[in-house]
Protein backbone atom coordinates (compact mmCIF):
# COMPACT_ATOMS: atom_id res chain seq x y z
CA UNK A 1 0.00 0.00 0.00
CA UNK A 2 1.84 3.33 -1.13
CA UNK A 3 2.11 6.05 1.54
CA UNK A 4 1.01 9.13 -0.26
CA UNK A 5 2.52 12.49 1.93
CA UNK A 6 -0.18 15.29 1.17
CA UNK A 7 1.44 18.58 2.31
CA UNK A 8 -1.37 21.36 1.74
CA UNK A 9 -2.92 23.95 4.18
CA UNK A 10 -6.77 23.76 2.92
CA UNK A 11 -8.18 21.08 5.43
CA UNK A 12 -11.79 20.63 3.49
CA UNK A 13 -9.80 19.69 0.42
CA UNK A 14 -6.82 17.83 2.45
CA UNK A 15 -10.11 15.71 4.28
CA UNK A 16 -11.64 14.95 0.58
CA UNK A 17 -8.29 14.13 -1.16
CA UNK A 18 -7.75 11.58 2.21
CA UNK A 19 -10.98 9.87 2.29
CA UNK A 20 -10.55 9.18 -1.85
CA UNK A 21 -7.13 8.62 -1.70
CA UNK A 22 -8.05 5.42 1.09
CA UNK A 23 -10.77 4.29 -0.57
CA UNK A 24 -8.57 3.79 -3.42
CA UNK A 25 -6.09 1.94 -1.88
CA UNK A 26 -3.50 4.21 -0.49
CA UNK A 27 -2.22 5.18 2.57
CA UNK A 28 -1.95 8.84 3.58
CA UNK A 29 -0.11 10.81 5.79
CA UNK A 30 -1.16 14.88 6.00
CA UNK A 31 0.95 17.97 7.01
CA UNK A 32 -0.62 21.24 6.98
CA UNK A 33 2.66 23.68 7.06
CA UNK A 34 5.76 23.62 4.78
CA UNK A 35 7.79 23.05 7.85
CA UNK A 36 6.02 19.81 8.86
CA UNK A 37 5.91 18.73 5.24
CA UNK A 38 9.80 18.85 4.98
CA UNK A 39 10.72 17.00 7.73
CA UNK A 40 7.95 14.02 6.63
CA UNK A 41 9.14 14.27 3.00
CA UNK A 42 12.72 13.85 4.70
CA UNK A 43 11.58 10.43 6.81
CA UNK A 44 11.60 8.14 4.28
CA UNK A 45 8.00 6.56 4.86
CA UNK A 46 6.43 8.20 2.01
CA UNK A 47 6.68 6.97 -1.62
CA UNK A 48 5.44 10.06 -3.34
CA UNK A 49 4.57 13.85 -2.06
CA UNK A 50 1.39 15.95 -3.31
CA UNK A 51 2.17 19.29 -2.51
CA UNK A 52 0.11 22.82 -2.87
CA UNK A 53 1.88 25.80 -4.19
CA UNK A 54 -0.13 28.20 -2.10
CA UNK A 55 0.41 27.67 1.21
CA UNK A 56 1.10 30.46 4.73
CA UNK A 57 4.34 31.57 5.61
CA UNK A 58 6.28 29.10 3.42
CA UNK A 59 4.96 28.72 -0.19
CA UNK A 60 5.45 25.29 -2.04
CA UNK A 61 7.52 26.44 -3.81
CA UNK A 62 10.22 26.89 -1.30
CA UNK A 63 9.19 23.91 0.12
CA UNK A 64 10.15 21.82 -3.38
CA UNK A 65 13.10 23.76 -3.05
CA UNK A 66 14.37 22.49 0.55
CA UNK A 67 13.26 19.19 -0.28
CA UNK A 68 15.15 18.82 -3.34
CA UNK A 69 18.11 19.37 -1.69
CA UNK A 70 18.98 15.36 -0.22
CA UNK A 71 15.54 13.93 -1.43
CA UNK A 72 14.59 12.59 -4.70
CA UNK A 73 11.01 11.72 -2.94
CA UNK A 74 8.23 11.88 -5.90
CA UNK A 75 6.50 15.14 -5.98
CA UNK A 76 3.22 16.03 -7.58
CA UNK A 77 2.18 19.84 -7.51
CA UNK A 78 -1.04 21.37 -6.86
CA UNK A 79 -1.12 24.47 -8.77
CA UNK A 80 -3.71 27.31 -9.67
CA UNK A 81 -5.86 26.81 -12.76
CA UNK A 82 -3.81 28.41 -15.66
CA UNK A 83 -1.08 29.72 -13.57
CA UNK A 84 1.31 28.56 -16.10
CA UNK A 85 4.84 30.18 -14.18
CA UNK A 86 4.10 27.71 -10.99
CA UNK A 87 3.62 25.25 -13.13
CA UNK A 88 7.18 25.42 -14.55
CA UNK A 89 8.80 26.75 -11.87
CA UNK A 90 8.13 23.64 -9.67
CA UNK A 91 9.12 21.53 -12.75
CA UNK A 92 12.26 23.29 -12.89
CA UNK A 93 12.86 23.38 -9.23
CA UNK A 94 11.93 18.79 -9.45
CA UNK A 95 8.91 18.31 -9.32
CA UNK A 96 7.65 15.36 -11.02
CA UNK A 97 4.39 16.55 -12.74
CA UNK A 98 1.76 18.47 -11.68
CA UNK A 99 -2.25 18.97 -11.75
CA UNK A 100 -4.12 22.19 -11.22
CA UNK A 101 -7.11 22.80 -9.12
CA UNK A 102 -9.97 22.40 -8.30
CA UNK A 103 -8.72 18.59 -9.59
CA UNK A 104 -11.04 15.68 -9.12
CA UNK A 105 -9.77 13.21 -6.55
CA UNK A 106 -9.90 10.55 -9.64
CA UNK A 107 -7.39 12.36 -11.70
CA UNK A 108 -5.20 12.65 -8.80
CA UNK A 109 -5.20 9.39 -8.28
CA UNK A 110 -4.31 8.48 -11.60
CA UNK A 111 -1.78 11.00 -11.63
CA UNK A 112 0.18 9.52 -8.61
CA UNK A 113 -0.53 5.56 -9.76
CA UNK A 114 1.13 7.15 -13.04
CA UNK A 115 3.91 8.24 -11.37
CA UNK A 116 4.30 5.36 -9.13
CA UNK A 117 4.09 2.82 -11.82
CA UNK A 118 7.24 4.38 -14.03
CA UNK A 119 9.22 4.27 -10.68
CA UNK A 120 8.34 0.83 -10.03
CA UNK A 121 9.25 -0.15 -13.56
CA UNK A 122 12.32 1.33 -13.29
CA UNK A 123 13.57 -0.96 -10.54
CA UNK A 124 12.25 -4.00 -12.03
CA UNK A 125 14.28 -4.01 -15.01
CA UNK A 126 17.12 -5.77 -14.10
CA UNK A 127 19.60 -5.77 -17.13
CA UNK A 128 22.08 -2.52 -16.85
CA UNK A 129 23.65 -0.31 -16.16
CA UNK A 130 22.97 1.54 -19.77
CA UNK A 131 26.72 3.79 -20.90
CA UNK A 132 27.06 6.58 -22.95
CA UNK A 133 30.78 7.94 -22.68
CA UNK A 134 30.75 8.85 -19.30
CA UNK A 135 27.33 8.69 -18.50
CA UNK A 136 26.45 5.49 -16.39
CA UNK A 137 22.54 4.61 -16.09
CA UNK A 138 21.73 1.80 -13.29
CA UNK A 139 17.84 1.28 -14.16
CA UNK A 140 17.45 -1.74 -10.84
CA UNK A 141 18.70 0.73 -8.65
CA UNK A 142 17.52 4.30 -9.78
CA UNK A 143 20.69 5.83 -10.02
CA UNK A 144 23.02 7.52 -12.48
CA UNK A 145 26.71 8.39 -12.88
CA UNK A 146 28.40 11.16 -14.99
CA UNK A 147 32.42 10.63 -14.85
CA UNK A 148 32.21 8.39 -12.24
CA UNK A 149 30.59 10.84 -10.02
CA UNK A 150 26.65 10.24 -8.57
CA UNK A 151 24.25 12.07 -10.83
CA UNK A 152 21.26 13.62 -8.69
CA UNK A 153 18.08 12.84 -10.84
CA UNK A 154 14.32 13.35 -9.83
CA UNK A 155 12.44 10.49 -10.60
CA UNK A 156 10.94 12.47 -13.37
CA UNK A 157 14.52 13.25 -14.85
CA UNK A 158 15.42 9.92 -14.38
CA UNK A 159 12.83 8.14 -17.16
CA UNK A 160 13.69 10.94 -19.28
CA UNK A 161 17.40 9.95 -19.33
CA UNK A 162 16.69 6.44 -19.29
CA UNK A 163 14.94 6.54 -22.61
CA UNK A 164 16.51 9.22 -24.22
CA UNK A 165 20.19 6.73 -23.24
CA UNK A 166 18.49 4.00 -24.76
CA UNK A 167 17.71 5.23 -28.00
CA UNK A 168 20.81 6.94 -28.08
CA UNK A 169 21.74 8.71 -31.21
CA UNK A 170 18.20 8.29 -32.23
CA UNK A 171 15.57 10.98 -31.77
CA UNK A 172 12.77 10.05 -29.36
CA UNK A 173 9.05 11.49 -30.13
CA UNK A 174 7.88 13.82 -27.08
CA UNK A 175 4.83 11.70 -26.92
CA UNK A 176 6.63 8.60 -25.97
CA UNK A 177 9.05 10.94 -23.41
CA UNK A 178 5.91 11.58 -21.57
CA UNK A 179 3.87 8.47 -21.64
CA UNK A 180 7.69 6.76 -20.37
CA UNK A 181 8.75 9.65 -17.94
CA UNK A 182 5.18 10.89 -16.52
CA UNK A 183 2.73 7.87 -17.67
CA UNK A 184 0.44 10.39 -18.94
CA UNK A 185 -0.20 11.25 -23.06
CA UNK A 186 1.21 14.49 -24.30
CA UNK A 187 -1.32 17.59 -23.71
CA UNK A 188 -1.73 20.44 -25.82
CA UNK A 189 0.52 23.07 -25.00
CA UNK A 190 1.94 20.93 -22.09
CA UNK A 191 5.50 22.01 -21.55
CA UNK A 192 6.88 19.50 -18.52
CA UNK A 193 8.26 17.40 -20.75
CA UNK A 194 10.63 20.33 -22.22
CA UNK A 195 10.99 21.67 -18.66
CA UNK A 196 12.24 18.26 -17.35
CA UNK A 197 14.81 17.45 -20.55
CA UNK A 198 16.09 21.19 -20.01
CA UNK A 199 17.09 20.18 -16.38
CA UNK A 200 18.94 17.23 -17.89
CA UNK A 201 20.95 19.12 -20.43
CA UNK A 202 22.07 21.52 -17.63
CA UNK A 203 23.35 18.37 -15.40
CA UNK A 204 24.77 16.92 -18.40
CA UNK A 205 26.81 19.61 -19.84
CA UNK A 206 28.16 20.76 -23.40
CA UNK A 207 30.08 18.64 -25.13
CA UNK A 208 33.68 19.93 -26.42
CA UNK A 209 32.21 21.44 -29.13
CA UNK A 210 29.91 23.60 -27.04
CA UNK A 211 26.43 21.19 -28.63
CA UNK A 212 23.96 20.32 -25.45
CA UNK A 213 24.49 16.54 -25.29
CA UNK A 214 19.93 16.23 -25.45
CA UNK A 215 19.39 17.61 -29.07
CA UNK A 216 15.65 18.87 -29.94
CA UNK A 217 14.94 17.35 -33.34
CA UNK A 218 12.25 19.51 -35.32
CA UNK A 219 8.72 17.96 -35.13
CA UNK A 220 9.76 14.95 -33.78
CA UNK A 221 11.44 15.52 -29.94
CA UNK A 222 14.60 14.90 -28.38
CA UNK A 223 18.07 13.06 -29.51
CA UNK A 224 21.23 12.34 -26.77
CA UNK A 225 24.32 12.37 -28.42
CA UNK A 226 26.82 10.08 -28.38
CA UNK A 227 30.23 11.13 -27.75
Partial sequence: MPDILLIDDDRDLVELLRQYLTRDGFAVTCAEDGVSGIAEARSGRHAIAVLDV???????????????????LPILMLTARGDDADCVAGLELGADDYVTKPCAPR???????????????GQKQLAGPLLCGPLALFP?????????????????????????????????????????????PLARHDRSIDVHVSSVRRKLGELPDGRSRIQAVHRIGYQLLKD
Fill in 107 to 121: TLAARLRAILRRTAV
Fill in 54 to 72: MMPRMNGLEVLRQIRRDSA
Fill in 140 to 184: EQRRAQWHGQPLALTSTEFNVLELLLRHAGRPVPKTQLSEHALGR
